[in-house]
């Protein structure tokens, strides 16, 4: 059997008319005109409408970009997307001193969400950095690894500004 190359068109007997978008070692995927894009095997049932040759790869694209985007994170300060609770998007916080004489500040709330997500970022790195460390003995390790605990715990607040669960902060819990 010979591959199908990205832009090949195709015909599923379910899903109809398609053009394959990427390919794996697996795996066709083919955005379908009713359906969008599916991922069908490689040994599925369909015809061929118009076959396009030389141009798979052994990997795909999307495959290329998930590595990369693995080492960046493994490998350096970069800040993960951390969306904003839609409640907050395009929102405004505002700082209001007790003497009223005094005027108020306000920032984009996302200015500030941002701000939040480049320190929990950068406290994740030097989290890293520390259980890497082989000048640190292990009781240092797990001395500075309760700090960051804690950091991490008085940080919590701001866990309503996240949309997603997991990008959190997250303190020590209870057992």
Do not use: C
Not at 25 to 42: A, C, M, R, S
Not at 85 to 113: H, V
Not at 115 to 134: F, H, T, Y
């Amino acid at each position: 059997m010979k591959l199908l190359g990205i832009g090949s068109r195709i015909e599923h007997s379910e899903l109809g008319l398609g053009v394959v978008t990427n390919v794996t070692n697996k795996h066709y995927w083919v955005t379908f005109i009713k359906d969008g894009l599916e991922t069908i095997d490689i040994d599925s049932e369909f015809e061929v409408i118009e076959a396009v040759e030389d141009e798979v790869d052994t990997i795909s694209f999307y495959e290329v970009e998930k590595s990369l985007k693995n080492l960046l994170q493994k490998w350096s300060d970069v800040t993960e997307i951390s969306p904003i609770a839609d409640k907050w998007k395009k929102g405004t916080l505002i700082f209001r001193p007790e003497d009223s004489n005094l005027a108020d500040k306000e920032i984009p709330i996302d200015t500030f969400f941002h701000k939040i997500v480049m320190v929990r970022d950068k406290i994740r790195v030097m989290e890293q950095k520390i259980n890497a460390s082989k000048t640190l003995d292990d009781q240092d390790k797990i001395d500075l690894q309760q700090y960051i605990t804690r950091i991490y715990g008085s940080l919590t607040t701001f866990n309503v500004l996240f949309k997603v669960k997991s990008d959190q902060f997250v303190g020590s819990r209870s057992k």
